[in-house]
């Protein structure tokens, strides 16, 4: 039978919960474009628990061992003498979380001898090197849209606390200061700006529909243009690239995703193209942006505050400068794991695996790579190569934190 590993984040550090802030999470069965959420045989969790941490183990002990596999869960997932890296050789079953990453580098599928399937539990499969999957003829499928409103919910969160100086003014309350001229030296309203999303897909959709009701101005670039029915809707202006839309943008939110088209590409060279005083908001993925130009630009002046909910690698080593750059808002990667997306990502992982321990078709909107090409999803969003280089660093974090 079929050995899974699966990498997940530590428990809290004051141990896993014996009880939650809400006893329920509202139940969705269809995502705004009508597709279903997640539909396994059944589950063997409550919604709303924590399960994206070891403890939780998405649900999955009982169904994999039920059937005669075995499960494997561990945190310790980065360098040689991890526990992923000793478990991998005989593994059939790659699962990890982008917030956690196991990153499948090619020389970890060349260790990998049995690996057939690897899955991503949320969306966004770059820590595998695709090309090598395509290479050796893996499987890679993620649970498209399980968390997307979740991330677009966190965006709108980062750009008012961004625009309105919201995180420095909390930290005057818990000081136990009344510093009003403090707080609102750098506070402005988000009302009239102008507010641009690279990639307008499942995420950057979600997000452009939820702040218009705040009276912006919007504007998207993205490959594949949305219907003009849509651009109507929402009073959308498209832009043909990145550089058009930065020179008008007050914010920008980056919401593409990760491969060597889009890697680096908010470098020193583009953000010098955006208005002084910009905005970014990242909740996509951290190589997209240039580490250090990212802090150069905060420092000079010429963003005035960059949130971002991904770092590269992850998780980031305890000296990562985004750590301690002036005006930013980062926060680990958590906006697509909060506990209402943990049940469907959750939910979409044991689908897929009920679907290859069947010898069923997995949903043509899970598929990254499939039959040595990119496929499903993967075809629609992703180029061929190879994003993992310089992962290896993600160790640092675990010296160090130890």
Known sequence: MAKVLCVLYDD???GYPPQYARDSIPKIDHYPDGMTTPTPSKI????GQLLGSVSGELGLRKFLEDA???LVVTSDKDGPNSVFEKELPDAEVVISQP????????ERFDKAKKLKLVITAGIGSDHTDLQAAMDKGVTVAEVTYCNSISVSEHIVMMILALVRNYIPSYGWVVRGGWNIADCVERSYDLEGMNVGTVAAGRIGLAALRRLKPFDVKLHYTDKHRLPKAVEEELG????????SLVRVCDVVTINAPLHPETEGMFNDKLISKMKRGSYIVNTARGKICDRDAIVRALESGQLAGYAGDVWFPQPAPVDHPWRTMPHHGMTPHISGSSLSAQARYAAGTREILECYFAGKPIRTEYLIVDK???AGTGAHSYTAGDATKGSEEAAKFKKSAA
């Open 12 to 14: 809290p550090v004051d």
């Open 44 to 47: 063997d969790f409550k919604p």
């Open 68 to 70: 005669g596999h075995t």
């Open 99 to 106: 917030f956690w990453p196991a990153y499948m580098t090619k």
């Open 236 to 243: 959308l202006t498209f832009h043909p690239n990145v550089e």
């Open 372 to 374: 040595g090409k990119l």
